[in-house]
């Protein structure tokens, strides 16, 4: 449905969960577990991913009686929001009411912190997550490209390596496109990609960056973001060039989670073979999720990180 599955069934109260299963946070005990589930819904985390909500924020597991995972969940606090991701339930136990459980207990550890809960949800997420209340905001689309990228020409734009002396300029600018703050997670993203990790320059000024990590089944690029110029709505030139850069530093296949706003770049990656694969929507409990900036931000790091 989403980075998060919730069921239609009916919900199980939150916290009471089916018989012989108990909610706790996630250790490393639980990690092997964990990925057998995003391995059996053909998700594309891997264990760093798991860490990286240990790290920032808080990932449960809902284990049965012998410790064995059975479904799992994930939240990230941002500022004013929180994430509600990585809703996983084992197919063997689905249709009980646990995924919409799950997340019913991220929304009320959301709301108890005073956090608008927030998420990316698929197409038939969408009709589950409307009636509770989730109000739509951007449209995303997912395009995925299942060989090494052919990079498109990059343009005019200065494109190079991403530096420690960049951070600064490049956190100011993703706070402008994310609405908040989220500097200690796209430290953990540049560790993950260093190979390909830039920036774009305008006139001795950072002008956009993109960061991204490794996957279980392909590199997911994001998030790219942009400064546009004066005047401008967008500035897909700028993200254009970064992408070029990207893609010439990465092997295998690779995932892109891109605004539709940015209808200027579908033609660009049309031509370097990506396809079409689902569309998102952001959406947030309560109100419109009108947090971030669509003219700065490009792609996002996925629909589990926001």
């Not at 264990?47 to 790290?55: C, G, H, K, M, S």
């Not at 590199?219 to 060039?241: H, L, N, S």
């Not at 995932?255 to 952001?282: M, N, Q």
Request: hydrophobic content about 50%; glycine content about 12%.
């Amino acid at each position: 449905m989403a980075s998060t599955e919730a069921s239609a069934s009916a919900a199980t109260a939150g916290g009471a969960w089916p018989a012989g299963l108990r909610l706790q946070p996630l250790d490393e005990r639980q990690l092997e577990g964990a990925m057998a589930l995003v391995a059996q819904s053909g998700w594309n985390q891997v264990a760093a991913d798991w860490r990286l909500f240990q790290a920032h924020g808080e990932a449960v597991a809902l284990v049965d009686a012998a410790g064995a995972v059975v479904a799992t969940a994930a939240t990230l606090p941002f500022q004013g929001f929180g994430w509600i991701s990585m809703v996983l339930v084992d197919q063997r136990r689905r249709r009980q009411g646990i995924a919409t459980a799950l997340l019913q207990d991220c929304i009320a550890r959301l709301r108890a912190a005073q956090l608008v809960p927030a998420l990316d949800a698929t197409p038939a997420g969408r009709t589950v997550y409307g009636p509770l209340g989730f109000r739509d905001g951007w449209s995303i689309t997912r395009w995925r490209h299942m060989g090494s990228v052919q990079a498109p020409q990059p343009g005019a734009v200065a494109v190079r390596a991403l530096r420690e002396d960049d951070w600064p300029a490049l956190c100011a600018l993703d706070r402008a496109a994310f609405g908040g703050e989220r500097g200690a997670l796209l430290r953990s993203l540049w560790s993950r990609s260093r190979g390909f990790a830039c920036a774009a320059e305008r006139e001795g000024r950072l002008a956009g960056f993109l960061l991204g990590r490794d996957g279980r089944q392909a590199t997911q690029v994001g998030p790219v973001v942009v400064a546009p110029q004066a005047g401008a709505d967008t500035d897909d030139a700028t993200a254009r060039g970064l992408l070029a850069y990207a893609f010439a530093h990465i092997d295998g296949p690779v995932l892109l989670d891109v605004l539709d706003a940015h209808a200027g770049l579908r033609p660009v990656l049309e031509g370097a073979g990506f396809a079409l694969e689902r569309g998102y929507t952001r959406m947030a409990l309560g109100q419109a999720p009108d947090f971030g900036d669509a003219t700065r931000m490009v792609a996002i790091a996925g629909p589990e990180l926001a």
